[in-house]
């Protein structure tokens, strides 16, 4: 692709930029796992929304401006750059909207996503089960077929957002006599219906990052299947190789904790025994944004992401660690204080475990890409 930017690119980075110095919050919001910072959250998003910068790839009709991948790569790299608020609403908006334009019916996206893109629905991603982690298949919540929909049973664990959020999407057995990928049916449910109990996990800073939700004959109706029922798996792929392959981490995020690290290295004395590693993190944050400028352009020709999305995650999420390590070793005991270097480290370890571990990971790359023996289960 060509790598110089034509007018109308320049023309969208530079309202977006504008944009954001006029808005981003001059004092860094609460953190979005409590319950404080939930509610400003939201009202961040609701005036990200009333610009149409949301959701800015989105149609305009579901509350986007229809702008082009490119174009939201840019928009990317300029809200990292401007220090903008994490996105309380990321699992909705970079993992069930993809999952939704995919499979969804006409009649989802126009009740489901207007809502999202303004945090009026905030969505955690019920996922993983306390014997099904990264397994995904090996789940044993069920899905049971009722009169106009169905009755959710199990367990679902390490739920982010879940302890403060909406709705949830998730993976349900729905034919008891199946096994592994086979017989799951995709999801949707409201956190507040009855049958639901949602008991949030604290993370080691004590905030609610994460939850467990119990269903107990939980009553979801068909209008909330996303696909065919017993096809869930299939649907799940969308969403998992969105989470691991392009949408939820942006390389605009990497790229703003680079240049920041830089500055960090600088105002440090630039001491050449960290000299390496931060020239490494510079480099990898670039390298990560020319690799997702070649997934935009493959995109744009009618490509879908496919296993090869593993690889972009193992990439990112140590290079998320050694940036962070990297700035923290700089501080000296200054790191043992709590500031945005040391949040942002503790969140980057959990990188080589959400969204499928880097064993999911290499085991991906290994059968799949490199057409290596399956190994045993």
Known sequence: MDLDLDEAARQFRGEAREWLAAH?????????????????????????ADAHWSVVSWPREYGGRDASLLEWVLFEEEYYAAGA?????????????????????????????PKM???????????????????????????????????????????????FADRAFGLFRSDPESA??????????DLRA????????PQLDGEPGFAEIFFDDVFVPDAD????????????????NNERGLSLR???????????????????????????????????????????????????????????SSVNKLFWSHLDVALHETALDLLGPSAELRGPWTDGWLFSLAGPIYGGTDQIQRTIVAERLLGLPKGDR
Do not use: C
């Open 194 to 201: 009855p049958g639901v109990t949602v008991r949030p996990i």
């Open 250 to 308: 942006s390389p605009g995020r990497f790229l703003a904790a680079a240049d920041r690290l830089v500055s960090l290295w600088s105002s440090a004395g630039r001491p050449e025994s960290t000299a390496a590693r931060v020239a490494d993190a510079w480099i990898g944050a670039r390298a990560y944004q020319l690799y997702t400028f070649g997934t935009v352009t493959r995109l744009a020709s009618g490509a879908e992401l496919g296993p090869e």
């Open 117 to 163: 893109a303004r945090a009026e629905e905030v969505w955690a991603q019920a996922w993983s089960e306390p014997e099904a982690g990264s397994d995904i298949a090996a789940l044993r919540s069920t899905a049971t077929p009722a009169d106009g929909g169905w009755l959710l049973n199990g367990q679902k664990t390490w739920s982010s957002r879940a302890a």
């Open 24 to 48: 981003v919050p001059r004092s860094p919001l609460p953190s979005f796992d409590t319950a404080e910072g939930f509610a400003a959250h939201r009202e961040w998003e609701a005036a990200l």
């Open 180 to 189: 592994r990928h086979h017989g799951l049916t995709y999801l949707m449910a």
């Open 225 to 240: 299947v996303i696909g065919t029922p017993g096809n869930g798996w299939r649907v799940a792929m969308t969403t998992a």
């Open 85 to 113: 608020p994490g996105r309380v609403n990321q699992n909705g908006i970079f993992m069930l909207a993809p999952t939704l334009f995919s499979h969804g019916t006409p009649e989802q996206l126009a009740r489901i996503l």
